[in-house]
């Protein structure tokens, strides 16, 4: 038995760990990252993989200056979050499928475009280095568009680009990280463009971020530097006001029943509601409305069974539309809007996903 237990534990020790985390450096499925981490590792680049802002930055602080910081699927990150990254000790930074928070902490003016290339298979177009190395590049996804100054453009035409480099060429932008999966590192020039940008330095910081452990660690750390006499300033509050009202509702006796003079319209009280929106201005309170409520309309014609994860979620109505899944997990998952223009904007996507899944 003793035996037997120690081959097992030295079967387990030597098995590779591996995860079904989209482009994962462990993950050996087609939309893995395995087979070009295994690549740069075999070149001599040692990486590390790390999940939040936290491990970065202190893997960042110990590889020195040489180190390169690759960030892919950041959706959902917040402001504060990505303006750390985009401030880190980092030599280069390669974002990968960026959010439009990472992307406006690195490149000001960068956003997700609206190729129409999508699928197609990219020339290089510009005099980047690595990308004339490549020469191509593909499948193309959303497309960048960028107003900053200084950047050069590669892989697409029309204001449309699948690569942007910027900031003194520490920054680079992929608009997707499909061609540098397990699937199609082997096609096209991906693989002589992912080795080249992720292999920059000796040192390579592997991030995915697990937004639930950012957002943990976020809340974690507001409660950590909160002093504890303000912790118990709520709770003494809420004392006063619970006995207070004790000692007034006994003077005033039990509540009386009382017919309502007025019928309020539901039409009139989701117009009252939708004053009290926009004058508290609370657009992270109106997108999650929005996002639940289309969500729970879709839910109801069978397409995503309710209680679906956020993978999911995503697959199923990118195969029930021509909406990129990039475009439908920021919908959902995205940051919250800053401003009445991006809450509209928000509503008018969302409103486009319904009539497409609507007509199946």
Not at 144 to 152: P, R
Not at 211 to 219: D, F, R, V
Request: charged residues 20%; glycine residues 10%; hydrophobic residues 45%.
């Amino acid at each position: 038995m003793v035996l037997l237990i120690a081959a097992v534990a030295i079967v387990a020790a030597l098995t590779p760990r591996t995860s079904s985390t989209p482009f994962a450096p462990d993950n050996p499925s087609a939309t893995g990252g395995r087979a070009l981490a295994q690549v740069l590792r075999a070149q001599g680049v040692q990486i590390q993989y790390v999940t939040t802002n936290e491990e970065a930055l202190s893997a960042l602080a110990k590889g020195g200056a040489e180190t390169t910081l690759l960030v892919a699927k950041d959706f959902g990150m917040s402001r504060s979050q990505a303006k750390e990254l985009a401030g880190s000790s980092a030599s280069s930074i390669l974002a990968i499928d960026p959010g439009p928070e990472l992307m406006e902490a690195l490149l000001p003016g960068t956003s997700a475009g609206d190729s129409g290339a999508y699928g197609d298979v990219l020339r290089a177009g510009c005099d980047d280095a690595d990308a004339v190395a490549a020469q191509t590049y593909g499948p193309a996804a959303r497309g960048l568009s960028t107003t900053a100054d200084g950047v050069t453009r590669c892989f697409g035409a029309g204001g449309t680009y699948s690569m942007i480099v910027g900031g003194d060429s520490r920054v680079t932008l992929l608009d997707a990280a499909a061609p540098l999966t397990n699937e199609h590192l082997a096609s096209n020039g991906n693989a002589a463009l992912g080795l080249r940008l992720a292999g920059k330095h000796r040192s390579l910081v592997w991030m995915v971020p697990d937004m639930l452990k950012m957002q943990q660690g976020a809340a974690d750390s507001s409660i950590v530097a909160t002093r504890p006499w303000l912790i118990s300033t709520p709770f003494a509050a809420f004392l006063a006001v619970l006995l207070a009202a004790l000692w007034r509702g006994r003077r005033f006796g039990p509540l009386i029943a009382e017919r309502l003079q007025v019928v309020v319209g539901p039409e009139e009280i989701a117009r009252g509601r939708a004053r009290m929106y926009r004058s508290s201005r609370d657009y992270e309170h109106c997108a999650a409305l929005l996002r639940a409520a289309t969500l729970s309309r879709i839910s109801a014609q069978g397409l995503v069974p309710r209680g679906a994860h956020r993978e999911q979620v995503v697959q199923e109505l990118a195969r029930a539309s021509t909406i990129p899944a990039q475009w439908i997990d920021a919908m959902f998952y995205g940051s919250a809007p800053g401003s009445p223009n991006e809450l509209q904007e928000l509503a008018n996507q969302l409103q486009q996903l319904e009539n497409e899944v609507r007509k199946l």
